[in-house]
């Protein structure tokens, strides 16, 4: 049977599970319901997380929201990046959405993803097409903000090396 330090513990790591992955900002009773706790016991964890920085709470009317720091989730993707991933293998993932990025221009005849959305009202372009544009578009855009994560990365082993620092993905 688990001890009570085990089940506060699987609780906690369900409920920072469901409210990390919110695409915009919930209610205690919203993500409760998602990680299978009561909205009280929820609200208490919620609240833990917010004292801890890993979420922020936005107030709608007399109703309070959390949602994941993106400042924060943004640092530590950038500091699990460099940890796991040699300073090559960051470079060799940043040409190869490059390169996809190329690949949309090309392919639909646009500069951004924007003007790929825009095209979907374009004459001849079939339901199943715009569907596809959409899709792409939103990959295009998550494209750009990894290449940009990944260029702050390769910036970022260079600033430790010029510190003297280890570089934790680097093998010497």
Request: charged share 35%; hydrophobic share 35%; with cysteine.
């Amino acid at each position: 049977m688990p001890s009570s330090s085990d089940a506060h513990a699987a609780k906690l790591t369900r409920l920072r599970d469901v409210a990390m992955t919110v695409s915009e900002p919930r209610n205690a009773g919203e993500i409760a319901e998602a990680a299978e706790l009561s909205p009280n016991t929820a609200r208490k964890y919620l609240d833990q997380l917010v004292e801890t920085g890993i979420l922020e709470t936005v107030d709608v009317g007399r109703e309070t929201r959390y949602t994941p720091d993106r400042k924060r989730q943004y640092l530590d993707q950038l500091r699990e990046s460099i940890e796991t991933y040699s300073k090559d293998a960051l470079a060799n993932e940043l040409d190869a959405i490059r390169d996809d990025i190329n690949d949309y221009r090309l392919t639909y005849d646009v500069e951004t993803p924007d003007e790929l959305r825009a095209s979907v009202g374009d004459d001849g372009v079939d339901a199943a097409d715009r569907e596809q544009r959409i899709r792409d578009a939103e990959d295009w855009t998550y494209f750009e903000r990894r290449a940009t994560m990944l260029q702050e990365a390769i910036t970022l082993y260079d600033s430790l090396d010029a510190t003297g620092r280890d570089c934790p993905g680097v093998s010497a």
